[in-house]
């Protein structure tokens, strides 16, 4: 089970870069990393996921290093509706669904 | 794309009452998973189906919890009897078959109190 370790929160302000970093030693050769947005009162909502290197979307971009042991998600020019909690997932999908554990993810707060 | 549709969005019920909630998956999805939100454990995945079929309800907390999935459209997850600590927002989620770990797709959720 590849665990992962997030910051507990992180704040910034509008128009800033957020990087959020989670560590995952554990990655095995299969396993996929997988970004979530949650807002209040609504469920996960899936941002962006990565294998190795560099994924970007019109949302976010996924760093991943060469020895995958820890991947960041950078959010560019963060707003104030960015205001959520991310969870990072590492797993599998073909080793079952119980080892993607969503942790306690990091909460970002973004002030005006 | 409708999304994931759950019901109710709220519940207020007694402790004893038998718990019934509902979730509509995405159109086409294989997977269906359910998911309990608290404060204290953070999301946890209670079962997950593929094609109908249960596969892993390992996360089940005990036998008052159940879950079917009759047909391809729709999915029951069943407290009875509910007790105050079942207390939580349960969430519904589908994903669809591909590389790597297709997204799954949250509905927004039945928050539940047992009083």
């Known amino acids: 089970l590849a665990k992962t370790t997030q910051p507990i929160s992180m704040d910034s302000y509008e128009g800033q870069e957020v990087n959020i970093t989670c560590s995952h030693n554990n990655i095995a050769t299969n396993d996929y990393i997988t970004w979530y947005q949650q807002f209040p009162s609504q469920g996960p909502r899936f941002i962006i996921q990565g294998y190795k290197t560099k994924v970007t979307n019109e949302v976010a971009s996924l760093f991943i290093p060469a020895d995958r042991k820890s991947s960041t998600l950078s959010l560019p020019r963060v707003s104030l509706s960015d205001t959520a909690v991310y969870y990072c997932?590492?797993?599998?999908?073909?080793?079952?669904?119980?080892?993607?554990?969503f942790g306690t993810g990091t909460r970002l707060l973004v002030s005006p | 794309d409708a999304g994931v549709i759950q019901s109710p969005r709220h519940e207020v019920t007694e402790m004893g009452q038998e718990v019934t909630l509902r979730c509509k998956p995405i159109?086409?999805?294989?997977?269906l998973f359910w998911y309990r939100q608290t404060m204290m454990r953070g999301l946890e995945l209670l079962i997950y189906f593929n094609n109908n079929v249960p596969i892993d309800d390992s996360g089940m907390p005990e036998d008052r919890f159940s879950a079917k999935m009759p047909n391809a459209s729709f999915s029951t997850l069943k407290i009875q009897p509910s007790e105050p600590r079942d207390s939580a927002v349960y969430f519904c989620a589908s994903s669809g078959q591909g590389q790597g770990n297709q997204p799954q797709h949250f509905g927004d959720g039945t928050r539940l109190s047992i009083l």
């Open positions: 159109s086409g999805h294989d997977y």
């Open positions: 997932l590492v797993g599998d999908m073909n080793t079952g669904f119980q080892k993607l554990v």
